[in-house]
């Protein structure tokens, strides 16, 4: 996994920055409750989603979580005394505290099971009942865009994909969350170049194919033959899914 305290610097101009930031929270906006309430950002990073959120709802109370240091100084730097330092398999808030619980970017990262288990686990304990915890789905899916590229990684080594919506719903469905909708949203700009991907095999991107290996640079070879290696491919389409916490049954 990459170092996101090393990251931090240069994630947003990596990743999409203010464009991405802005799609990602409109999605996000039409798929938890309308009205005030209280909004938890699981995975904050950097804060540009989380502000947008705050910013579009004025009567949306928002806080941001994360773990990594670097990136926690520049959520608060975007959002004042809104932001905690939280390991996101163990919340530091009670039992139903927020209307909407979201994890943007997160659950891809999660290569322990057990993991997912706990994180979807603790966004499900902290969202009220009838609370809307929003997630995105099957992120490395996102850049298949039919291109060039593709069919150059397309026998590369993966493992199965942490956050595949498959394994997501039934995960949510044991913590008594049940899909209430789903949207996608385009990263304009965010489109690979095969020179780009092949910076981002050699910055260790893509996990099983590590820095300096020989399988590593024949992928990279393959990319460089590629012709317009400076041309972006078609921008990746992000998948988001909601689910809904189930109220408990009257007596």
Known sequence: MLDYDEEAECYDALRGGEA??????RTVLGLIPPGP????????GTGTVTRRLAAARPGLRVTGADLTPAMLSRAAARLPGAVVRADSRRLPFPDGT???VTTIWLLHLLDDP???????????RVLRP????????DKAAAHNV??????????????PAADAPAVVTAEAARHGLRPAGHGSFLSPGQGRSPRRTIADLRRGW???????????????ARLAALPDQD???ADPLFGVRAFRKAAPASP
Do not use: N, Q
């Open 20 to 25: 991405r930031a802005e799609a990602a929270a």
């Open 37 to 44: 309430g209280r909004l938890l950002d699981v995975a904050c």
């Open 98 to 100: 927020f209307d909407a």
């Open 114 to 124: 057990a993991d997912l288990r706990a994180v979807v686990a603790e966004c499900a």
């Open 130 to 137: 009838g609370g809307v915890y929003v997630t995105t789905v």
């Open 146 to 159: 039919g291109s060039d590229i593709d069919a150059v990684l397309a026998d590369r080594p993966r493992k």
């Open 206 to 220: 893509f996990t099983l194919l590590p820095p300096g290996e020989p399988r590593t640079e024949e992928f990279a």
């Open 231 to 233: 041309r972006p491919r």
